[in-house]
């Protein structure tokens, strides 16, 4: 982009810059620390200029929006043609007091539902389970049956809204349920919009919620994305989710890194179902964190984009522009929320909020400021979604598309990024002989993952203890403080109410239907077929979650025992 002789000119004013104007200051006056670093201990320098990037080339590694290698977004207009969706996590207590948050979030303004499931459903228990006691609608709403579906959005067009969930052991069920709402209420699959978390291998990684071993969920993943291919276009049947990687404590290079190479383990996957690449690469999304440190969020959006573009094409012969678009969901840290001085939170998620739309996130959650105490109530829910809107409506970031392109340290932050993600990519691609799939499941197995994050997040931990990462009304500008707002409380006649709906269904129900259906399942998977359309019957025949996900446990056996602490 430089010149040599324009770039040795910059170098030797540099120089003379360093004897004459900065090392006097900072003989007489220092600086705050010896090292500046990110949250990530990414270290930072004082200054960028061209020398920096010397080696950048416009068209190879920016280009432009909408254009490989996407670095500077996936869309050409960006938010000049309309904002990021968005769409606040939404889920408590019976499928009734969800639906009124619902409405309450769109009449709000909200451009897309996010729903919040309890931890039986997200588990695949129904509410009567021994296990579900003490849990039913507790960090999110319980659903049972399709009963619960049809009241959870009732009142709702789901064609003209797009949901997302954020389920991953019984995602295929939730799926399935959505399906049939949508069959009921003549909305044509090939217009359902929404995307499905179900991204299993970073629950293995990360997150830690399963039922069944690693391969056969893997297999239930890739049949979601094959049923998605064909009948329902415009949903996105998994989002890769690096969020729960770094809550779990990873870098942000670890983030990314491990993310992408679980994205690329499915894609492998479907070509092995014999899949056409540029079929079904469209469909799949995926989810971030955003954390503190600004300029190293926006960089490692724009690096993995341009890390996913040359790979889509590179390794797997994506030939569509839509094949090798990194689109992808950002929530906020929850990680960096603190109990102590909660309204700070709300000057941190508006911080993380700004980095992930610099960044070029295609929707967003804002988290709320009570998040480390309780489930958010209503008044820190609207200060939430508040914050984005006055981030789109406001401070004019949403005007200008990828603001930070060409900014010195931005782009070389960005090229830092870029090259540790590939090393990350081609050690777990070493890791499976030259396989990502197998790179991911053996690096699973292996604690791979495992160690990486935990060695980051001790890592991290030290330096807060030792005061050299500040966390402000934690380990410096504390006061004396009552933490206790408002928060919402589930009522706690819930359990009654929904275990009464679960008996109602199952009496009204035709068993004969029901078991037949989860027959069908059985000799579905017996055969290795998609089990999509099975799930489906199953799921209008109102079998009950437990029910369906008993069957894959009867299949495959239950990996329960082989959960341990993180």
Avoid at 153 to 170: E, L, Y
Avoid at 517 to 532: K, P
Wanted: aromatic share 8%.
């Amino acid at each position: 982009m430089f010149d040599t002789q324009e770039l040795d000119d910059i170098r030797e004013r540099r120089a003379e810059w360093k004897a004459e104007t900065l090392e006097p200051t900072l003989e007489a006056h220092g600086e705050r620390k010896e090292r500046f670093a990110t949250v990530s201990n990414h270290e930072v320098d004082r200054l960028y200029t061209p020398a920096d990037i010397a080696d950048l080339d416009f068209d190879d590694d920016l280009g432009f929006p909408g254009e490989p290698p996407y670095t500077r977004g996936p869309y050409p207009t960006m938010y000049r043609g309309r904002t990021w969706t968005m769409r606040q996590f939404a889920g408590f207590g019976t499928a009734e007091e969800t639906n009124e948050r619902f409405h309450y979030l769109i009449d709000e303004g909200q451009t897309g539902l996010s729903t919040a499931f309890d931890m039986p459903s997200l588990m695949g228990l129904d509410s009567d389970h021994p296990m579900s006691e003490g849990e039913v609608g507790k960090e999110g709403v319980a659903v049972d049956t399709l009963r619960d579906m049809e009241i959870l959005f009732d009142g709702i067009d789901i064609g003209a809204v797009s949901t997302s969930f954020t389920i991953n052991p019984s995602a295929a069920v939730i799926y399935a349920m959505y399906i049939a709402l949508a069959d009921q209420q003549g909305v044509p699959r090939e217009e359902v919009r929404g995307t499905l978390q179900n991204d299993m291998l970073k629950e293995f990684i990360a997150q830690r919620e399963w039922m069944i071993p690693p391969e056969p969920s893997l297999d239930i993943v890739t049949d979601t994305i094959e049923f998605a291919t064909e009948e329902t276009p415009r949903f996105h049947p998994v989002s890769i989710s690096g969020y729960h990687i770094r809550e779990a404590g990873s870098t942000a290079v670890q983030e990314a890194a491990f993310t992408l190479a679980d994205g690329f383990a499915y894609v492998e996957d479907c070509l092995d179902r014999g899949l056409e690449i540029d079929e079904f690469a469209p469909l799949l999304s995926f989810f971030f964190n955003c954390h503190n440190s600004i300029f190293e969020e926006i960089a490692k959006f724009r690096a993995a984009r341009r890390v996913y573009a040359h790979v889509m094409e590179d390794w797997y012969g994506a030939a569509a522009d839509e094949s090798k678009r990194l689109k992808f969901h950002t929530q906020t840290a929850g990680q960096s929320l603190t109990a102590q001085q909660p309204l700070n939170n709300i000057a941190r998620v508006t911080i993380q909020a700004l980095a992930g739309v610099l960044g070029g996130t295609q929707s967003l959650h804002t988290n709320s400021f009570d998040e480390a105490l309780a489930l958010p109530s209503e008044k820190a829910v609207r200060v939430a979604l508040r914050t984005q809107q006055i981030i789109a409506e406001e401070s004019g970031a949403a005007d200008i598309v990828d603001p930070m392109g060409g900014s010195f340290a931005v782009e070389t932050l960005t090229n830092e990024l870029e090259a540790e993600i590939m090393t990350y990519l081609e050690e777990i691609k070493e890791i499976g002989d030259g396989s990502m799939r197998d790179g991911v499941l053996d690096g699973i197995e292996q604690g791979y993952f495992h160690h990486e994050i935990g060695e980051a997040s001790y890592e991290y931990q030290q330096r807060v203890e030792r005061g050299e990462e500040v966390v402000v009304g934690v380990n410096e500008y504390t006061i004396a403080e009552d933490t206790s707002p408002e928060i919402l409380e589930v009522d706690e006649t819930t359990r009654e109410r929904q275990l009464a709906r679960l008996e109602e269904v199952r009496a009204e129900r035709d068993d004969e239907a029901v078991d037949a259906t989860l027959e069908a399942l059985s000799d579905a998977i017996d055969r290795e077929e998609n089990v999509m359309p099975f799930i489906i019957d199953a799921v209008k025949a109102y079998a009950s979650m437990g029910e369906i996900m008993d069957v894959f446990e009867e299949h495959h056996g239950s990996y329960q025992e082989n959960i341990t602490p993180v």
